[in-house]
């Protein structure tokens, strides 16, 4: 139980150009769900938890016009970068917490998201 | 907010050797602290964790024990197998809320 799927595993897209990845719980509802980056060798970094049917809170240094966080239902959470830059090119992880005091968090398999 | 330091960075071992890796926190209202492990483009897999209300956690070859006063918790791997190698992260919250990560050690297990 408690799996969360992501899509696309990869996506190349040109400079410039937006993508959306979503983020499911296939098992669960996710009352809440959280999007992180990873760069290269490095931590994950949170960027912004999202609740259903709420507006999304950004961690900061996160611009919100940039990374746009959906969460429409207790089952979805779309991220979607705007205007991308080769900067922007990153490995993106969503996870999800089952219940609004849920201790652990299940992540998704992430996105590798690379802009040319 | 939540900072959370992690050492060693790199920590290699010999298979069959312990390997331990420790973390410190600062927010004294955390209280959920675990452990991943994460390969190369996979996911973090959670692979242990503790809650404030205890002291010390044991699940096979894998221990963690917290220190509330001291503000430092750390995962034990003992007789290390070379699947072992991968980064593993730890992490703080203060529970139902947001996981802050330490920055990962990479640990590499010889055959």
């Known amino acids: 139980g408690a799996v969360v799927s992501q899509h696309p595993s990869w996506v190349i897209c040109k400079s410039g150009t937006s993508v959306k990845i979503e983020c499911r719980s296939l098992?669960?509802?996710?009352?809440?769900m959280f999007w992180y980056r990873q760069f290269p060798k490095q931590s994950l970094m949170l960027m912004a938890t999202?609740?259903?049917?709420?507006?999304?809170?950004?961690e900061q240094g996160v611009e919100k016009d940039k990374f746009l966080i959906n969460h429409a239902s207790l089952t979805l959470s779309t991220l979607t970068v705007t205007s991308a830059h080769p900067e922007d090119s990153s490995f993106y992880i969503c996870?999800?917490?089952?219940?609004?005091?849920?201790?652990?968090?299940?992540f998704g398999p992430g996105t590798r998201l690379t802009v040319t | 907010g939540e900072n959370v330091e992690q050492h060693p960075s790199t920590l290699s071992v010999q298979e069959g050797d312990s390997a331990v890796i420790k973390c410190t926190y600062s927010?004294?209202?955390?209280?959920?602290f675990p452990w991943y492990k994460q390969e190369l483009g996979k996911r973090p897999q959670l692979i242990i964790d503790?809650?404030?209300?205890?002291g010390e956690k044991k699940d096979q070859r894998i221990a963690v024990t917290l220190n509330k006063t001291a503000k430092h918790f750390s995962l034990h791997i003992t007789e290390t197998q070379p699947e072992d190698s991968a980064v593993y992260f730890c992490?703080?919250?203060?529970?139902?809320?947001?996981?802050?990560f330490g920055k990962g050690t990479m640990l590499l297990v010889s055959p």
């Open positions: 996870s999800a917490a089952q219940g609004s005091i849920s201790y652990e968090q299940y």
């Open positions: 999202s609740n259903e049917g709420s507006k999304a809170t950004y």
């Open positions: 927010d004294s209202a955390s209280n959920y």
């Open positions: 992490a703080a919250s203060p529970g139902g809320s947001t996981l802050t």
């Open positions: 503790i809650r404030s209300n205890v």
């Open positions: 098992d669960f509802q996710a009352t809440t």
